[in-house]
Structures are given as C-alpha cells and as structure tokens.
C-alpha cells in the first residue's frame, strides 16, 4: 500500500471539512478524488502533503508514517491548479530546484531535467522564464519540477482547473502517460466528472469531507451503492420499486433481479436507469427491452452527439411523471422525437440503490 | 457632419499651472544654488569641499547615513514580515509606532533623544557618549528614516501568493533557502526603493541632528549644519558650495529612484 489514510478529521472552527476519513491506495494507482468545491477534497490532499495540520488520524506514505513531519520531510510533488512556478527562474531552474536541494551531481541533474523536458514535450524550453509560456506549458513545467526528485506520491489540486477545455483535454493524456511511464502513485483532485472517468484507476467521491464512495469509474456509474453517488456521476432517472427474492417490482411490471443487489431483498429500492438505457418506441413490441409505460414526448434537446428526451409518463409510475432518455439522432426512433408524440417507454438495463431518505445530489 | 468640439483653453491652462509651480518651487532653487555656487567659477567650490571642516562634516554625514541605511534595512525587513505574516497581541500598535517618525518633527525627536540619553536621562549612557556626539547623529538619522524599508516591503508581502512558497517547502526547502530562492527575489525591487528613500531622508536631515549633535565644528558638524553655520556666518560660497554637492546627490538619487521604479513595473508585469 503506497498511501494509508486513517480517521483523518480537520475542522475549520465549527466547520468540518474533513470527517473521519480513511483511505488506501495502492503503489502505482492513480486515484482521482471527485467531488463538488467546498467537499474538503483539496484540504485532504493538502493535509497528505502537510501543507495542512490535522486535527485526528494518521498519514502513511510508502510504510511511513509521516502524520507529525513537516512538507520537506514527506517527500511528496504537489501540483497546483495555478502553476506556481518560482517565476523568477527559468523552466531548467524551476525543474531542477529539488535536485538542487538534494545535492544531485551536476550532471545527473542536468540529465534529469532534459529527460522530464522530453517527457513533458517541452525540449528546448530550458531558458524561458514562466511568464513566456502559455498555461498549459507552465503547468506541464510544474508537473515536472514536482516529478524531478522522484516523490514517492503525486498529488495534482485540480492541475487543468485553470485551462482551455482543448487544452485540458491534451494535457490529461500527456499526464496519464508520464503517470503511467514513471508508476508513481498519484492522487488527483478535481470536480470534473469526464476527468475522473479519463484518468483514473479508481475514483473516491467525496461529500462534506466524507468518503462516499470508492471504485473504478465503470463500477461506480453503472453499480453505485449511494444515491449521492448515482446523481453525482451523470445523470439518473429513480424510480421507485420492490425487491423479493426472485424479481424487482415496478408497479406491476415484474423485472429480473440485477446482480450484485443481493443485500437490498425485501427492501424498498429505487430503480436507477441511466438516461442512455431508456428506449422510446411507437409500440411495447417494437421495444428490444422491458416496456414500463406509455408516455408523451415533452421536449428534445441537443446534447451534442446525443438529443436529450423529456418523457411524460401516462398515467405516471408510483408517483414518476418524467423520465429522460438519451437517444442517438439517426437512430429509428428519430421520428418520434417530436414533441406530443405518443411513445412506448422501456428499459434496457439498470440497477438497484436502497431507497433515498438523504437528498440526492444536484 | 461631424462637429469638432470648440477648443477649450482649460487644459492649456491647468498644464500651465503645474508646470509653473514646479518650476518656481522645484526647479529654481536647484537653479540657484549652481548659479551661485558656480559664480566665481569651480576653484571656491573645490576649496571649500577640500577644506579640513567640510570634509570632517561630510564623512560624519555619509558614515552615519550608511550606519542609519544598514540599521533600518534589517529592523525594517524584520518589521515588515513581522507585520505582515505573524499575528501577536499589540500588531496594530506596532504597525501605527512605524510611522511616529512620519508625524514627528525632527526637532522634537531630537530633543527627546536628548532627554532619553543626555547626562541625566533614563538611558544615559555609562560608557561612550550618545548626545552631542557620533552614536546620537547616528540614532537621530536612524529614527528620522525608519519607516520608509517597511511600509515598501509590506504591501509586497501581502500582495506575493501562498503557493509558490508552499511548492518549494513540498520540494523539500528550508524556510530560509525559501526565503533566499523564493521570496526574496519577489520583494527586492520593493526593497531596493525603501533603502533609496531611506538614504535620501537619512542624508538630508537636518532637524533632529542639529538637536542632538550640538553641531561641533569639526567634531558632530554634519554636511547641513555646515551650510546652515555657513549662511548664518555670511559665507556664502561655502554654503552654495555643499549645498551643490548634497544636491547632486539627491537628483542623483531621483534618477535611482525612477530606475527602480521602472524595474518594479517591469517584473510586476512578468507576473
């Protein structure tokens, strides 16, 4: 295990920004902490880095506990979301400046640097200083003066929070490949879902300074345990139902039992179906999955390679009215994309969470 | 049709105004003072700035304004942090003490230095004498240019951001390598331009010296005593004769000034 976090707690005043948190990670993972501003996920890392104190619990980094060490004896890299290069220096300068520090031979350090130049794309940028170079570059330059003296964690404060969505996009494949190349264990903050998705092992969503949940990104959208988890990640239509043994009631349409959801026999579930699991048809038979009502089409929108569908569902499903389905343009149900067309309502595939007595998320 | 505004004879005037102020109050003095300095010529000027008094008065002047620059660069760099990145009970206090030399008179400083440390004061030395002596001109340039080096520094360190700084601690630098490598470089030019106005203030004080030193010919005479002795005494050329070279300084020191400046502007827009 690379990093150990356990019971770590910090309050700001009467504020809790991080609630009793434990966490492993393991060597080589990248895992991306997700959650909205103001979740405590930045503390958290700041706290890993010691950058932050800890009220209670313990930090280990590579076996070591370094709870009560200062910054410099962590030996961790922190990537900022504004750069913060030293923007006296120059890009050599600002990558060698914990070679220096550690007292590398002159030409080790000089090999070094060239190599992460050449990792970040970046040769021959040596003598420019930070204010020549665009965000992007100034941010790859950050990542590698936090690489050069081989941390043993990385940790990235929502490194692309400040750039172009085109750039962001470039950068995240760049940092995936140096993560990847190098295997070091990284922690990455953000509150950008798709670069969670894109980047990561395993992603911890985090709400109020407290873990919600962990997992890969495919288990945690398609098999989440929490409703907080299901309308964080994506969007989610919830429909109320009944587990037995056997089948998942909807109403009185009996549909079979997903697995995994085991634990929620005999208890109210809420059904959740993904936007893209909804089918529209003009009959029940003309559906490839489980017809669950009739309904008229409200509204359509566009959703880029995709068209948003509102559903009114007639008469509603245990109190749901509405129902969103994401529909491909060209497919053959284009034609009943029309707003006060009668359709056919059906699910493709979808999973149990228990039964919401907390807010969803927004 | 466009219709071209009526030209207005305001601007001329308000331009007017300003110009004509600083050259009355401003330029014609240091007019003055070469015009009459230069008179006979440069031989009474090189006779006077060679004469035993006058070059006792000016290595006084410089020795003690450089002892008063080193003094209040490190008390003040020290105030600055302290005032801007530590909190202790009595900051505001403090943060107001900076700026008694502001409001001060100098005469009034130079007296209380004299109540403080003359023959009979609280603090009257035992060993070496303050007043009416080397150590007292020193403590008076010192007191008279004390906030200049903090109130520039301050406001630079509260405007520098946190990160940088933590970056380099993550890395793995010490406090002070932080401090030489990171912060330094960010508040040198704000640095550079409270030690040349602490100078200028420090070189050019006339008031509290004047008080606290006695003004002894030849012993605790100061470069400003001597022109201010001169002109009492009628010597006129003596006096224009200092007074061009104090002046050449300062403009000497505006033109440091501007450089500064520029440099200031120049790495604030790096950022």
């Given at each position: ?362 | ?244 070279l104090l002046g050449l300084i300062a403009v000497f020191v505006l033109v440091a000034l501007r450089l500064v400046r520029r440099g200031m502007k120049s790495s604030h827009r790096k950022g």
């Amino acid at each position: 295990m690379s990093i150990i976090l356990t019971h770590l707690r910090k309050s700001f005043g009467t504020q809790t920004v991080v609630d009793d948190l434990s966490l492993q990670i393991e060597s080589g993972e990248l895992f991306v902490l997700l959650g909205a501003s103001g979740s405590g996920k930045s503390t958290l890392l700041r706290m890993i880095a010691g950058l932050a104190p800890l009220d209670a619990g313990q930090i280990w980094l590579n076996d070591r506990n370094v709870t009560g060490l200062v910054p410099q004896e962590r030996g961790t890299g922190f990537v900022f979301q504004n750069y913060s290069l030293f923007r006296h220096m120059t890009v050599e300068q600002n990558i060698d400046f914990g070679l220096g520090i550690r007292r590398v031979p002159a030409a080790e350090r000089r090999r070094r640097v060239q190599e992460l130049l050449r990792l970040i794309h970046l040769e021959g940028y040596e003598s420019r200083l930070p204010n020549q170079l665009s965000g992007g570059q100034q941010q790859r330059v950050a990542l590698a003066r936090a690489l050069a003296y081989e941390p043993t964690v990385l940790l990235l404060d929502e490194p692309f929070g400040a750039l172009d969505v085109k750039i962001r996009v470039q950068l995240r494949q760049n940092l995936r490949e140096i993560q990847r190349a190098l295997g070091v264990t990284t922690i990455l903050v953000t509150h950008d879902q798709e670069e969670a998705f894109e980047l990561s092992d395993r992603i911890g969503i985090i709400h109020h300074g407290k873990l919600v949940e962990v997992g890969t990104p495919s288990v945690l959208y398609r098999r989440p345990r929490t409703h907080f988890t299901a309308t964080f990640l994506g969007d989610a239509n919830l429909l109320p139902a009944r587990r037995n043994g056997t089948h998942v009631y909807l109403g009185t349409i009996a549909l079979p039992v997903p697995e995994a959801t085991d634990a929620l026999r005999n208890q109210p579930v809420d059904l959740l179906v993904r936007p893209e699991e909804v089918e529209l048809a003009p009959t029940d038979g003309a559906l490839s999955g489980t017809p669950i009502a009739r309904g008229i089409v409200r509204s359509v929108s566009f959703a880029g390679p995709l068209e948003r569908v509102n559903v009114e569902l007639t008469p509603p499903v245990d109190g749901v009215r509405f129902v969103d389905a994401l529909l491909t343009p060209h497919g053959a149900e284009r034609n009943l994309l029309e707003p006060q067309a009668e359709v056919s309502v059906g699910i493709r595939s979808f999973h149990l969470l228990p039964r919401a007595d907390v807010p969803a998320a927004v | 049709m466009v219709r071209e505004r009526p030209r207005s004879l305001l601007p001329l005037v308000i331009v007017g105004i300003a110009v004509g102020y600083a050259l009355l109050l401003l330029i014609a003095p240091l007019v003055a003072i070469v015009q009459n300095a230069l008179a006979d010529g440069l031989q009474p000027v090189i006779d006077t700035l060679t004469e035993p008094n006058v070059v006792h008065a000016l290595e006084i002047t410089f020795a003690m304004t450089v002892g008063a620059v080193i003094i209040n660069t490190v008390f003040g760099l020290i105030t600055a942090w302290v005032l801007v990145r530590q909190r202790f009970l009595g900051k505001t206090i403090l943060n107001t003490l900076v700026d008694i030399p502001f409001v001060f008179s100098p005469v009034i400083a130079g007296y209380a230095l004299i109540v403080l440390f003359g023959r009979n004061g609280w603090l009257a030395p035992s060993l070496i004498p303050i007043v009416f002596a080397l150590p007292g001109i020193l403590l008076a340039k010192t007191f008279v240019s004390l906030p200049f080096v903090t109130r520039e520094v301050g406001p630079v360190l509260e405007t520098l951001e946190p990160e940088p700084e933590q970056a380099a601690y993550v890395i793995g630098a010490s406090q002070w390598k932080t401090f030489r490598a990171i912060i330094f470089p960010e508040i040198w030019p704000g640095l550079l331009y409270g030690i040349v106005l602490t100078l200028a203030r420090a070189l050019g004080e006339f008031g509290a010296v004047a008080v606290v030193s006695g003004g002894i010919e030849g012993r605790t005479e100061t470069a400003t005593m001597f022109v201010f002795r001169a002109l009492s005494d009628r010597n006129d050329a003596a006096a224009y004769s200092v007074s061009l070279l104090l002046g050449l300084i300062a403009v000497f020191v505006l033109v440091a000034l501007r450089l500064v400046r520029r440099g200031m502007k120049s790495s604030h827009r790096k950022g």
